[in-house]
DNA sequence: TGCCAGGCCCTCTTTAGGGCCTT
């Protein structure tokens, strides 16, 4: 039986014009799946226009063009389906970090904001796999021999990814702690934890 | 044309600096 986490949960992934909201980065692909017991039994994806040309470099980098966007919905409009599609859903993702300054940024955008809470694999990966020779998703794939085609940097391929590499992280801690369900406050407080503390948490659970 | 940020974490640290990770 598949390890669960918190009955549902959302994994979701950007691709955007930059690193910083805060500089005028905007979003340009959102992807999205919803795990329920360990299953992926919905996904989102939609590209968003977002009113500016994206540079040479992220359209390399993400494969989105100008004019794939030029026909896309505008953010505004992809947003409102997503925050229906999120609802109140505890998040992941890969460095949250980042992926939670563009979401608070688009959704402050519609006045809107969620009430899950955010958890990242990147945090729990470098806890769990400290002899992995990177944290970067892909990496983290290819160390934990999960298939994945290469597909990377497109916003659903990524969350499904992330998706993947979460159930794996949740397979590894329930083996340490004997336990089916991993409950999300332990995945929390895990990734808070200095690194040389993960086993005696794990180990008192 | 080229550049921009920010949180985490380690160490040659803590009154700081720099690498990793995300696009």
Redo the contacts with the bound molecule.
Sequence with gaps: MTPTCADSLVVL????????P????RA??IGAVRLEKGRVVERFQALMNPGKRV?S??EN??GITNRMLSHAAPCDEVMEQFADFMGDHNLVA??A???K?FLDAELGRIYKSYHGDFA?S??VA??LYQD?P??????LITYKNIPSGGG??R?LF?SEMTAKLWMTMLDDISQIITAQDVPFRLIQTL??T???GVNTLLLAE
């Design positions: 992934d950007f691709e955007t014009t930059g690193l910083s805060d500089m005028g980065d340009i692909e540079s470099f992220i980098y993400t890969h460095n970090s980042f992926d300054r990242c990147l945090l470098r806890r992995a990177s944290h970067k998703l892909g990496a990377f940097h916003a990524d990734s808070k200095p690194k040389r």
